[in-house]
């Protein structure tokens, strides 16, 4: 089992460009949570998606951001228009089960965005 | 709006010794679960202990203990006989036991932990 598998691991963008995550769950999971982590910062969460369906993104931008969990292919955070404050690791994390029975998540081990 | 407070930004321990990390949260829920994450300079997030809110026994894995106050709202971590592969950054974590906020984990800043050899 490969584990949750993020790419690219590291991304630079120019400001004003578009910039395109990507996140494959574990094998059977299909609950994907992005979350974002700005310098000498905690995680923040993002978004909740199940296999295409948003579940819950109120740590959502409102601009610029979105995310996508299609039926097939892995889950996509998008950023379009990046600013230099767009600049952090972003994380996916996968789980079998959802709520009440979700016991843990699995991490990917992030992209880190640079803009220049 | 649930939150996570960790008040050591860093903290260092000799090799083999004992090192408490704290944790505090404010929650008005009655339903939800507590974490600690590590995160080594790899930047993996790596689970190294879960507490069930309704458990009063303290969860125990290995040499990472902890001691969950529940009145107090604290939730420590103990770390016995320090190796220096534990030195990483380590995050408290909260999760509401609700179907759709309980898929969401409120983190803490972090402590950076520095094992000294």
């Known amino acids: 089992n490969a584990g949750v598998m993020q790419n690219p691991r590291h991304l630079v963008r120019r400001r004003g460009q578009e910039a395109r995550l990507r996140c494959s769950p574990m094998?059977?999971?299909?609950?994907v949570y992005w979350y974002r982590q700005l310098p000498e910062e905690g995680l923040k969460f993002m978004v909740y998606?199940?296999?295409?369906?948003?579940?819950?993104e109120s740590g959502m931008p409102k601009e610029r951001f979105s995310a996508e969990f299609p039926k097939e292919g892995p889950s996509i955070l998008r950023i379009q228009q990046v600013v230099r404050g767009d600049s952090a690791a972003y994380f996916c994390?996968?789980?079998?089960?959802?709520?009440?029975?979700?016991?843990?998540?699995?991490f990917g081990s992030g992209t880190r965005l640079t803009v220049v | 709006a649930q939150t996570v407070t960790q008040s050591q930004p860093e903290m260092s321990v000799q090799e083999a010794e004992t090192v408490t990390l704290s944790c505090t949260y404010d929650?008005?829920?009655?339903?939800?679960?507590l974490f600690w994450y590590k995160q080594p300079p790899s930047r993996q997030m790596i689970l190294v202990i879960r507490q069930e809110a309704y458990k009063q026994q303290n969860a125990t894995e290995n040499r990472f203990s902890v001691n969950f106050q529940k009145a107090a709202k604290s939730f420590s971590l103990k770390i016995s006989d320090s190796q220096l592969g534990d030195a990483a950054m380590y995050f408290c974590a909260y999760r509401s036991g609700g179907e759709t906020s309980g898929s969401r984990l409120t983190f803490g800043e972090g402590t950076q932990l520095t094992v000294n050899p």
């Open positions: 994390a996968s789980s079998l089960y959802s709520g009440r029975a979700n016991y843990g998540y699995t």
């Open positions: 998606l199940q296999k295409e369906n948003i579940i819950d």
């Open positions: 094998k059977g999971h299909s609950h």
């Open positions: 929650t008005s829920e009655s339903d939800y679960y």
